[in-house]
Nanobody, 124 residues
Framework: QVQLVESGGGSVQAGDSLRLSCAAS????????MGWSRQGPGKEREFVAA????????LYSDSVKGRLTISRDNAKNTVYLQMNSLKPEDTAVYYC?????????????????WGQGTQVTVSS
């Protein structure tokens, strides 16, 4: 079965960087678009970033554009989220998702699979 396992979360100070990883198994990774979403305390889950199966095209939410970068390594079946200049409002559980259509998808309901999430806490 498909498994998505996130890692790399932690507690950092504002301005620090983190790199999240999501290891995928049970699917033909390069044919899936991958995305990240997040859910902060008391907030609805929101789209963060997405990348096509080839890795050539990306899409970001306005709130993270310029600070967070999504990338993938199809040889390792892994997608990454590089997070720079972190802010307290980036505090959330971050989830990795897979979309079998391989298109860039902003809607969370468009993803076929989601991981269990990894916690990121940014203190001021």
């Amino acid at each position: 079965q498909v498994q998505l396992v996130e890692s790399g979360g932690g507690s950092v100070q504002a301005g620090d960087s983190l790199r999240l990883s999501c290891a995928a198994s049970g699917l033909t990774f390069s044919t899936y678009a991958m995305g990240w979403s997040r859910q902060g305390p008391g907030k609805e889950r929101e789209f963060v970033a997405a990348i096509t199966g080839s890795g050539l095209l990306t899409l970001y939410s306005d709130s993270v554009k310029g600070r967070l970068t999504i990338s993938r390594d199809n040889a390792k079946n892994t997608v990454y989220l590089q997070m720079n200049s972190l802010k307290p409002e980036d505090t959330a559980v971050y989830y990795c998702g897979a979309d079998k259509t391989s298109r860039l998808v902003r809607s969370l309901s468009g993803y076929d699979y989601w991981g269990q999430g990894t916690q990121v806490t940014v203190s001021s």
